[in-house]
């Protein structure tokens, strides 16, 4: 069980940026794999990126590619997410999650983790 709590969201003027944080409970975070999901209002949740258990292979939506870098420091127990050149597409609630790997791969997919923590806000206004 790993318990996760993001930090670093809140309201940026277009083009600006934000270093969003996951910070993880467990003591064995250096061998799960993280992504970040988003939620805006009135859609649904949607993948943002991902990264594999040592950070050698990670995930990125293609509205986000270029613009958001997800980075995990195992020493930490941190999860990070920077985000530059945010749009105002970009407001939404960010959710960081977790799962235990059963390969070398960053999961897309919201099915593939069982753990999430409760988000934080990102506004971005335009």
């Known amino acids: 069980q790993v318990q996760l709590a993001e930090s670093g969201g809140g309201l940026v003027q277009a083009g600006g940026s934000l270093r969003l944080s996951c910070a993880a409970s467990?003591?064995?975070?250096?061998?799960?794999?993280m992504g970040w999901f988003r939620q805006a209002p009135g859609k649904e949740r949607e993948f943002v990126s991902a990264?594999?258990?040592?950070?050698?292979?990670?995930q990125y939506a293609d509205s986000v590619k270029g613009r958001f870098t997800i980075s995990k420091d195992n020493a930490k127990n941190i999860v990070y997410l920077q985000m530059n050149s945010l749009k105002f597409e970009d407001t939404a609630i960010y959710y960081c999650a977790a799962r235990r790997p059963l390969s070398g791969e960053a999961y897309r997919s919201q099915n593939d983790y069982p753990y999430w923590g409760q988000g934080t806000q990102v506004t971005v206004s335009s």
């Open positions: 467990s003591g064995t975070f250096s061998t799960y794999a």
């Open positions: 990264i594999n258990w040592n950070g050698g292979s990670t």
